[in-house]
């Protein structure tokens, strides 16, 4: 069992948007930067986001970060297909880092 | 472009022993933190390991004791002794840079190990 909760999994349409939650505490995410990644079955995880709300090089604008307290949002518009895979997000906790339990989303 | 490769998994018996090695390219290799990150089937990312450009280690309660990091800035390569496998540490063992603002910048495509009598 995590230190970090997610969702088990989120589902939305091509083109809209959702948002995924990861939620901590003040050991973790509350006095810490979080990153996010995408994996797609068979793949290794891709950094999405980092210190929070930052974007790698190459990964489009269509994918956003926040924090507030002790819990951070990973944001995806413009839905599409190939979006479809499992998203973690990972913290610094106890001298350790921590990943969440992973929320895969399903574009219907 | 940076790539990270990894290399040393296999079938290993419980009690025993591996090696695992990651090459680095596209970098200035001794400038940058490194770590593993394993994960089992089925299952999300575990966070196992990591080396700091200073030499810093740091590890998962569940390793800690039992595998090692190291690197050889020579050679632009990053290593985990494990030692003492269970079966538990069965997982897809993939190296990492990072971490940097606290994120994984770079991952490999990863190792196999199977612990298994």
């Known amino acids: 069992q995590s230190v970090l909760t997610q969702p088990p999994s989120v589902s939305a349409a091509p083109g809209q948007k959702v948002t995924i939650s990861c939620s901590g505490s003040?050991?973790?995410?509350?006095?810490?930067?979080v990153s996010w990644y995408q994996q797609v079955p068979g793949t290794a995880p891709k950094l999405l986001i980092y210190?929070?709300?930052k974007r790698p090089s190459g990964i489009p604008d269509r994918f956003s970060g926040s924090k507030s307290g002790t819990s951070a949002t990973l944001g995806i518009t413009g839905l599409q297909t190939g979006d479809e895979a499992d998203y973690y997000c990972?913290?610094?906790?106890?001298?350790?880092?921590?990943f969440g339990g992973g929320t895969k989303l399903t574009v219907l | 472009e940076v790539q990270v490769l990894e290399s040393g998994g296999g079938l290993v018996q419980p009690g025993g022993s591996l090696r695992l090695s990651c090459e680095a390219s596209?970098?200035?290799?001794?400038?940058?933190?490194m770590s593993w990150v394993r994960q089992a089937p089925g299952k999300g990312p575990e966070w196992v390991s990591a080396l700091t450009d200073s030499g810093g280690t740091y590890y998962a309660d569940s390793v800690k004791g039992r595998f090692s990091i190291s690197r050889d800035d020579w050679k632009n390569t990053l290593y985990l002794q494990m030692n003492s496998l269970r079966a538990e540490d069965t997982a897809l063992y993939y190296c990492?840079?990072?971490?940097?603002?606290?994120?994984?910048?770079?991952w490999g495509q990863g190792t196999m190990v199977t612990v298994s009598s």
């Open positions: 210190e929070n709300n």
């Open positions: 990972v913290t610094w906790h106890s001298s350790h880092w921590v």
């Open positions: 003040s050991s973790n995410i509350g006095n810490n930067y």
């Open positions: 990492t840079k990072g971490p940097s603002s606290d994120a994984f910048h770079i």
């Open positions: 596209g970098l200035t290799f001794r400038n940058y933190a």
